[in-house]
């Protein structure tokens, strides 16, 4: 079926820190990928998405890049900044007709000033 | 445009009772997912609904239900509430409901149940 893996947490870095967050995924057809960020106390958030192979999604510096060869869409960041704070989800979406999303299990991420 | 809007916010139940959740989705949006969110199991597909139709369903017992109404609004259901049952639930909606579609969440429900 399909999963998703993602890279365990929690992460901390220091402000301007380069940030990398590892995602691989399972799928049997061709999914959209996709990178939510939840905020203490707030519901998800898209932060950018690819629906298919070679496609880099990006939004606020971070991106992620659909490889289809190592089934992974890894988040990164240049410069990550105290506000970046939060949880970040990676999620598929592959079921033609319909979108229910396979999220990982998240990654928490900490800047410190 | 408003974004998606759950009620209640917060709520506790005992074991035994039931519950129901309501999501009104963004305006002109079809499609409405469930999401469960727990610690221990992390974000969990509920279930789907497109034009008052369920399309999709996770893996949860028949306890857990859900239905769609033609103004796309939608509640879920959970009766014979369970210690287990203690979640934030999420709801999203989407214009459609295709794989490349964005679903944008909710808030959120918490419930806790004693």
């Known amino acids: 079926g399909d999963s998703v893996t993602q890279m365990e947490g929690p992460v901390t870095l220091s402000e301007e820190a380069f940030l990398t967050i590892n995602c691989t995924y399972t799928?049997?057809?061709?999914?959209?990928l996709f990178w939510y960020v939840q905020y203490p106390g707030e519901g998800l958030q898209l932060l950018l998405k690819?629906?298919?192979?070679?496609d880099k999604g990006s939004n606020k510096g971070f991106e992620a890049t659909y490889r289809k060869e190592t089934t992974s869409f890894h988040l990164e960041k240049g410069s990550v900044q105290v506000s970046d704070s939060a949880v970040y989800f990676c999620?598929?979406?592959?079921?033609?007709?319909?979108?229910?999303?396979?999220f990982g299990t998240g990654t928490r991420l900490t800047v410190i000033p | 445009k408003a974004g998606v809007t759950q009620t209640p916010r917060y709520l506790i139940k005992t074991r035994g009772q039931q519950v129901t959740l309501s999501c009104s989705p963004i305006?002109?949006?079809?499609?409405v997912s469930w999401y469960q969110q727990t610690p221990g199991q992390g974000l969990q597909f509920l279930f789907e609904y497109f034009s008052e139709t369920q399309r999709n369903k996770g893996n949860f017992p028949g306890r857990f239900s859900g239905r769609q109404f033609s103004n796309s609004r939608s509640e879920m259901n959970v009766s014979t509430l369970e210690l287990g049952d203690s979640a934030l639930y999420l709801c999203?909606?989407?214009?459609?409901?295709?794989?490349?579609?964005?679903?944008?969440f909710g808030p959120g429900t918490r419930l806790t149940v004693l």
């Open positions: 799928a049997t057809g061709y999914p959209s």
């Open positions: 305006s002109g949006h079809r499609s």
């Open positions: 999203a909606s989407s214009l459609e409901a295709s794989s490349t579609d964005t679903q944008y």
């Open positions: 999620a598929l979406s592959e079921v033609a007709g319909a979108n229910n999303l396979f």
């Open positions: 690819a629906t298919k192979a070679d």
